[in-house]
């Protein structure tokens, strides 16, 4: 059975400092991986995908299939960075075909 | 180009009794999938419309059923609440095809907040 974990509930950091939100899976196919944010009174959005390896606002998030990674990270946090930020695995193949298994989030405060 | 919608926002229901909820899916796009999102815990795949046809599901029992309409708009229905139930029900659509493979990018709704008494 595929599964998102996300270690941390609560992560804070001060403006400025670098940030890593941990993300591990556990899959057997191919995966594919997302990262979601809810700012305050918004609806779930991408973020980034791991198939882009793009930068999201200045997060970047390297897939590491040796040690079943998908760590976000911020040179520099921003205070509106602060945020429940979710990773997330979609399925494949099989009957759950586009299925996305969530990890239980990560809320990160960015203090001034 | 339009958004994910869901109504209503916000719905209070007893014990035992039957709820519908509601998406529309952003233009372009022919699947929906639904979520629960219990508080304090990432959304939980409850199941997936395609082609108007069920095309996955999580570990939900069958009082939860579905349906999606040729304008690829969807509905979520849960029969005999239970407390348990209470939760955000969340709404994504994507556009899917076969051949394409699965990469399309899941777009949330604001969500359904369902609070069973």
């Known amino acids: 059975a595929q599964r998102v974990t996300q270690p941390e509930k609560l992560l804070s950091v001060f403006k400025g400092a670098p940030v890593e939100l941990k993300c591990n899976y556990s899959?057997?196919?191919?995966?594919?991986l997302f990262w979601y944010v809810q700012y305050s009174r918004q609806r779930l959005q991408l973020l980034l995908r791991h198939i882009s390896r793009e930068s999201i606002k200045g997060f970047t998030a390297d897939l590491n299939k040796g040690e079943t990674s998908f760590h976000l990270k911020k040179p520099f946090a921003q205070e509106e960075d602060s945020a429940m930020y979710y990773c997330?695995?979609?399925?494949?193949?099989?009957?759950?075909?586009?299925?996305?298994?969530f990890g239980q989030g990560t809320i990160l405060t960015v203090h001034p | 180009e339009t958004g994910v919608t869901q109504s209503p926002t916000h719905l209070i229901k007893t014990r035992g009794q039957q709820v519908t909820l509601r998406c529309s899916s952003q233009?372009?796009?022919?699947?929906v999938s639904w979520y629960q999102q219990a508080l304090g815990q990432g959304p939980q795949f409850i199941f997936q419309y395609y082609r108007e046809e069920e095309n996955g599901r999580g570990n939900f029992p069958p009082r939860f059923s579905g349906l999606q309409f040729p304008n690829y708009s969807s509905e979520l229905n849960v029969n005999a609440l239970e407390l348990d139930d209470s939760a955000l029900y969340l709404c994504a659509s994507s556009s899917w095809g076969r051949r394409a493979g699965n990469t399309d990018t899941q777009y949330f709704g604001p969500g359904t907040r369902l609070t069973v008494l």
């Open positions: 233009s372009g796009h022919n699947t």
């Open positions: 997330a695995l979609k399925s494949a193949g099989g009957t759950s075909y586009g299925k996305l298994t």
């Open positions: 899959y057997s196919g191919s995966p594919e």
